[in-house]
């Protein structure tokens, strides 16, 4: 190492990693985090998507290499969302807070490992915090545990703990500007020129979704703000600013589009970026409501991170930065054959739709007939599935499994699937000829996607 | 800050020449002076509910005729009712794809059209003298193949005996009567909740514009590609056609207006006709109005190089040159004329994904049976 560079990386580290600062923003993060986790699952819960999603379909599309994970039916699925509840509760409170965090991170992703249908880029995100909330000390200060153990107080703690969630949140955006940039997006406003129009009726503003002029604005801006967002957040001099833009940006995003919960997860995870002084104050306040009384500690405990702890923060960056790419390692375009798609933080990217027909047929004894998809799937399921390579695979093989428990010994399942990316109107998307049951999921190039062709 | 603008234009400038996403044809300027208002209005007005009406007048005056060969059982009174039944079925058609709002609200179609008909059981409730035909397992003894049924099935003498017998012959009677009965109250009831004269279910649906799931567009697209593929594709052409069971055998009383037999080709194309009428905008007595064909265009919406709404409309005219093409009565020419059959199904098949797929995502109508997030 030369001197400059082992110059930076002390920097870093003691400016960065092991300065000591103040515990506030963690612990707020900690308060909020909990608290809009409790209120999506209370939603989601109260939408009867528990049941839509999880109890009424027969069949679960499996994520690769998780295919053992099964759906605990009813009322598994309910206690399991129960327990997941109550450990937002544990870890607002902070009590029994490393095991809060634990039961959450691993419940909240189970729950999002049942089924590939439901895949959202920003379960993935809160599944990510959830797993950093299992290591940081938010409980060591404003907490239930520091009630039972004075010890565990800590009003500081290393920068770190703080510029990882930081990080982590400059990821997503970053990542979700750098998928925009493609010429679709950029130089044809797709897929904006057709969802904003659609929006024409809507009040106030909606006339100005007519003009494609307020899409290219629209398209430009959202790549922009992704791009720019996380920087402007850090600096002091546009944060009030840039978290104006977080706000305008996202109350947008769920004016216009069903996002759900994701909008309002942003606007509030985002106020980690402000300063410590911003923190400390709102944290004050809450004391003086709760009329909280600090136990006096005299121990001083900081968790202190290790070598090994940032490697594994180096380790986890570097997966994150490259597993959104590994799509470059196959032919043709992405967003076509989505071979490399999920957990990329494509977020709203493209117009997709399709519908897929599925033949059974049995050579020897002649039998062949029209699979009804809603015998085996939801009309979300079918949807969802009818764009997606691999599930395509995947629902082929369950139908020729379904067809053995019925007599038939080799099933081949063929399938005439049409899609439309970006209004280009509906194609062929499947090799029709090929029998999907003699082919097994993997990360190979799938040769029987066909080729998007104008 | 200078490093962080150095930073994006760098990273702009890889991405930009990566040349990885599909290119498409330019679309020009959407801005238009189309408005949904008019369009829901126009269906509403010009097409749904004059439909409905017709439809009640109809199903009323095969209701009269049954009720009048009830009276006086001849062979002048059975010609009559015949033709009425086969004026309101096909009336019915016109409007049996609107399974939404008020029809939705009584399962009209379920309680309208179920076929094939379960004639056992018909004939057990005709002996027994009952004519409870109502809840979810009497759907299949009812509506329009049951009249069929009851007056379709044989000779006009053999019919006519039918209705003489000394055991079961008035069964019989008060049976079709309370059959023709229902058909005529359930389209009374419907047609008077949409009518403005009613309980103006038209304002209802001309006021939810936007295109989302509850939107009025949304329902009318939802319920109709349903109805294609599920009641037009499958139940008049694919299910008699042996697509649907494993040993894909032609399924010949499996098709619509069995007893009859010369109606089934009619009744698919009058059901075709009808849902082209809508897309175009067409008036339940002829006149072009506003369409799903006028948001298409102007949306621009294209279909691979040329337009979504072209491509559409020749999809139609398709579905009815291979319909019309068809040999009559449909129930005899499934084995000989099987590629005819198999090209009408196949046609039905890409209109109906123009119509889910390509007109949805067009549009941005939320084609989802299913609330729920997206991203």
Known sequence: MTETSKLLFSRIKNNLITKEVDIAPLVIFRLIFSLLMLSSLVRFWAKGWIYDLYILPTFHFKYFGFEWIEAPGDPGIYVLFSLVMLSTVFMFFGFFYRIAAVVFFLGFTYIELIDKTTYLNHYYFVSLIAFLMVFLPANRYFSIDCKLNPKLQNRTIQAWSINLLKLQLGIVYFFAGIAKLNYEWLVNAMPLKMWLPA???????????????????????????????????????????????????????????????????????????????????????????????????????????????????????????????????????????????????????????????????????????????????????????????????????????????????????????????????????????????????????????????? | MRLILGFLILVLGLFSCKKEDPKLPELPNTSSDFYLEDLLKSWSGSIIVPNYENYNTDAADLKSAASAFQSDVSASNLEILRAKWKVAYLSWQTVSMYEFGPAANITLRGETNIYPLDTAELNGLVREGSTNITGANRLDVKGFPAIDYLINSGSNESVLSTFTDASSGSNRLGYLLEVATQIADNASSVSAKWSSTGSNYVSQFNSAIGTDVGSSLGLTINALNQHIERFLRDGKLGIPNGNRNFSGTALPNHVEAFYNGESSNELALQNVIAIQSLYLGNSADGTEGIGLDDYLLSLNATYNSGSLNDAIKSQFLMCIETIEVLPKPLKDNLVSNKTKVDDAVKSLQKLVVLLKVDVPSATGILITYQDNDGD
């Open chain 1, 199 to 454: 929006h024409a009726s809507k009040p106030v503003i909606g006339f100005l979704f007519k003009y494609t002029g307020v899409s290219y604005l629209f398209s430009w801006f959202g790549a922009l703000y992704d791009l720019a967002i996380p920087f402007l957040l850090l600096s002091k001099k546009f944060r009030t600013l840039a978290y104006l833009l977080v706000i305008i940006f996202h109350v947008l995003t769920y004016w216009l589009f069903p996002i759900g919960m994701f909008p309002f997860i942003m606007i509030s995870c985002t106020l980690i970026f402000f300063s410590e002084e911003f923190h400390k104050n709102l944290l004050r306040r809450l004391e003086v409501m709760v009329q909280w009384r600090n136990k006096d500690s005299s121990a001083f405990s900081t968790s202190r991170i290790g070598s090994f702890g940032i490697l594994s923060i180096v380790l986890l960056v570097c997966f994150q930065v490259v597993f959104p790419f590994r799509h470059l390692v196959y032919e043709g375009p992405l967003f076509w054959h989505e071979q490399g798609y999920r957990f990329g933080w494509r977020v709203m990217l493209m117009e997709k739709a399709g519908t897929a027909f599925f033949y059974a047929s049995e050579p020897k004894t002649n039998k062949h007939f029209e699979i009804r998809n809603s015998d085996y799937l939801t009309a979300n399921q079918e949807k969802v599935m009818a764009t997606q390579p691999d599930m395509i695979l995947e629902f082929a093989h369950h139908i020729a499994d379904d067809l053995k428990t019925k007599g038939w010994k080799n099933p081949e399942i063929r399938s005439d699937v049409y899609v439309t990316l970006n209004g280009s109107g509906t194609r062929p998307f499947i090799d029709s000829k090929t029998n999907l049951v003699s082919i097994q999921d993997s990360w190979k190039e799938k040769q029987w996607i066909l080729p998007f062709e104008n």
